[in-house]
């Protein structure tokens, strides 16, 4: 049970001079979850072009995947309002509500459809052309770390217990030695089959923090039957949920155990938690580079990016 919120109050407190890592981040989410209600996204549209960059674009496939629904990035969505007549609504998801989420909004107003935006920013600059939002609660974050914002999205959809999953952390995944995680630079996390979807967010995952520093490769239990493993290296095979019998050395395996039932926000904070041990595990390439890229970032995006995302 979550009896204390030891990790939120590092969230909010911390510094750019002692940034946390990612696991820390997904434990303070938890606890932020577990004493906030995430709000209900009910939309009329019967199809809606989903659209969001990154991991919001992954965010939407998942929180709308019982819809007939047709999904884009910031480089395919007009071209989907161009060519698909049937599309009735646009929902944009963006965690800042800002970047690219103004410009998906005017671009999307002249074919006169009406806009949803879903956000974790009540101030976001889309805010203002769209014609309903939804405002998620989040905690104060490091730039891209995003375990707050769309993890409240996906949790609000899939009603998953914030409190089962942080137990779960505490009890099961903390037992296990990831003291490991510090003696390789290339990692292959396998994930169950109906999981597929995740692949890419983890894999931006390991693009953010690690750059081209860290090896690394995502893949369902199914696919790593085809041609992923022609050419051995010495890479921890991390096995989520799913028992790896024959990819690897034995030495070179570790098991994470899902919970029973598990669905997407589960996975997703079991995922980014281990990610974060190997964030602990490694050189502070990410909080080192911090500050020069969200400059370089606000110069291309011509608005303020900030490090630390209140």
Avoid at 26 to 50: M, Q, T
Avoid at 244 to 268: A, C, H, M, Q
Avoid at 278 to 299: D, G
Wanted: overall charge positive; hydrophobic content about 40%; proline content about 4%.
């Amino acid at each position: 049970m979550i009896h204390q919120v030891d990790n939120y109050k590092i969230m909010q407190s911390f510094s750019l001079e002692n940034i946390p890592d990612l696991n820390t981040a997904v434990l303070g989410s938890l606890e932020l979850f577990h004493k906030v209600r995430l709000p209900d996204i009910n939309i009329n549209y019967n199809r809606p072009l989903v659209v969001g960059s990154g991991n919001a674009e992954i965010t939407g496939r998942i929180v709308f995947r019982d819809k007939d629904a047709v999904f884009a990035s910031e480089s395919s969505f007009e071209e989907k309002l161009k060519s698909i007549k049937e599309i009735d609504g646009v929902v944009i998801i963006s965690a800042s509500g800002g970047k690219h989420a103004p410009i998906i909004a005017r671009r999307s107003i002249k074919y006169k459809k009406p806009i949803i935006l879903i956000t974790n920013n009540s101030k976001a600059e889309a805010k203002k052309l769209v014609d309903n939002c939804f405002v998620y609660p989040k905690q104060r974050e490091p730039y891209t770390y995003n375990t707050s914002s769309y993890l409240g999205m996906i949790l609000g959809k899939t009603k998953e217990n914030p409190e089962v999953i942080y137990d779960f952390i505490q009890s099961e995944i903390n037992k296990i030695n990831l003291n490991i995680l510090g003696n390789y630079d290339k990692y292959f996390l396998i994930i169950p089959a109906e999981f597929e979807i995740l692949k890419r967010m983890f894999q931006i995952k390991f693009i953010e923090l690690f750059g081209r520093r860290i090896a690394r490769d995502v893949e369902t239990i199914e696919y790593m039957k085809h041609a992923s493993t022609v050419v051995p290296s010495n890479e921890l095979f991390i096995s989520f949920g799913v028992d790896n019998k024959f990819w690897g050395k034995k030495e070179n395996r570790t098991y994470i155990p899902l919970p029973k039932n598990s669905d997407y926000g589960t996975v997703i904070a079991i995922g980014y938690y281990v990610i974060g041990k190997i964030q602990k595990s490694q050189h502070p390439w990410f909080k080192e580079n911090l500050v020069n890229y969200v400059k370089n970032a606000s110069k291309i995006f011509n608005s303020k990016v900030e490090a630390i995302v209140e």
